[in-house]
């Protein structure tokens, strides 16, 4: 389950789209672009290239409505959400999340922490050999559609969404709904049936003020208790506090890459060289405050 990206009619067709798609997923049919939803990836790179605002980022609005309506709908929300509604305070974002009926909102630092365990026991089980980070899914799913060598390399790590939903499904009840909001996908293509309904940020700022409960008007203290949301393990994104603490930025056992550009360099160093990189640090970007789909980074 995950957002679509598609082009409205405010396209000019000036190509600027096709240029930045690290995965050739924008089609060319004479003076038409149309986003190939199965080679799309959700680098969200299109948006920002785009200055005729001709790009559609959008979720399961009405399925997410449909579930509320139910007493159904559990919300995964990421640690973004609070940059997104500044100046609301994360409790008053909880608040307005309850009062338009959904039953539980977990925020995504809970699946951070069962993510970074299982980084740890990769690591600390040793042995030198090559992983790359899987916690992004642009990178998964880049790797599955342009560079399928690199599969055997990536870690046999979840993302902290999908880690986040297994456990949600381990302690809810069976007659429960998860809903994501989010900028991109929440996890890898083919993991639909860890989430069952995805909205973007947007279409969540909509469906509060619509429903009287923008996070502006709620009360700092909450309606109700919240599972916990401290971090003991990991930063966010799941990535382990004692990996960044024990290694450099770039050693013989951890490497930092901020680029889908930079795979295949690492797919030619590890096939083509043989050379062991030990623990790879690939996203697309530096987290996802800076997915293209956020935004510039000085707003």
């Known amino acids: 389950m995950s957002l679509r990206f598609s082009i409205n009619e405010k396209c000019t067709s000036c190509m600027a789209c096709v240029r930045v798609c690290p995965v050739e997923a924008i089609a060319v049919a004479g003076n038409q672009l149309r986003i190939?939803?199965?080679?799309?990836?959700?680098?969200?790179?299109?948006?920002?290239?785009?200055?005729?605002?001709?790009?559609?980022?959008?979720?399961?609005?009405?399925?997410?409505?449909?579930?509320?309506?139910?007493?159904?709908?559990?919300?995964?929300?990421?640690?973004?959400?609070?940059?997104?509604?500044?100046?609301?305070t994360p409790e008053q974002i909880l608040n307005a999340c309850f009062e338009i009926g959904f039953r539980t909102?977990?925020?995504?630092?809970?699946?951070d922490e069962l993510v970074a365990a299982e980084y740890l026991r990769l690591w600390n089980d040793g042995g030198y050999r090559s992983w790359l980070r899987s916690t992004s899914p642009v990178v998964v799913n880049y790797c599955r559609t342009r560079a399928p060598e690199l599969l055997p390399f990536l870690a046999p790590v979840v993302t902290p969404a999908v880690a986040l939903a297994r456990h949600i499904?381990?302690?809810?009840?069976?007659?429960?709904?998860?809903?994501?909001?989010?900028?991109?996908?929440?996890?890898?293509?083919?993991?639909?049936?860890?989430?069952?309904?995805?909205?973007?940020?947007?279409?969540?700022?909509?469906?509060?003020?619509?429903?009287?409960?923008?996070?502006?008007?709620?009360?700092?203290?909450?309606?109700?208790?919240?599972?916990?949301?401290?971090?003991?393990?990991?930063?966010?994104?799941g990535l382990p506090r004692q990996i960044l603490e024990e290694q450099r930025q770039t050693s013989r056992t951890f490497r930092k890459e901020r680029d889908l550009k930079a795979l295949p360099a690492l797919a030619r160093a590890l096939l083509e060289e043989g050379t062991p990189l030990g623990f790879v640090d690939i996203l697309p970007f530096e987290g996802n405050l800076g997915h293209p789909a956020f935004g510039p980074g000085d707003d």
């Open 169 to 237: 499904r381990s302690i809810e009840s069976e007659d429960t709904d998860i809903v994501y909001s989010g900028f991109g996908a929440p996890g890898a293509n083919g993991t639909k049936d860890e989430l069952d309904i995805c909205i973007s940020f947007e279409e969540l700022e909509t469906l509060l003020t619509d429903r009287g409960a923008k996070p502006l008007e709620q009360p700092q203290t909450l309606f109700r208790l919240t599972p916990d949301r401290r971090r003991h393990l990991s930063l966010s994104g």
């Open 36 to 88: 190939d939803p199965t080679a799309c990836i959700e680098c969200g790179l299109c948006v920002p290239s785009c200055y005729h605002d001709a790009i559609n980022v959008v979720g399961d609005i009405d399925q997410c409505v449909e579930s509320i309506e139910q007493d159904r709908a559990l919300l995964i929300l990421p640690n973004e959400i609070s940059v997104f509604f500044f100046p609301a």
């Open 105 to 111: 909102v977990y925020f995504e630092a809970i699946g």
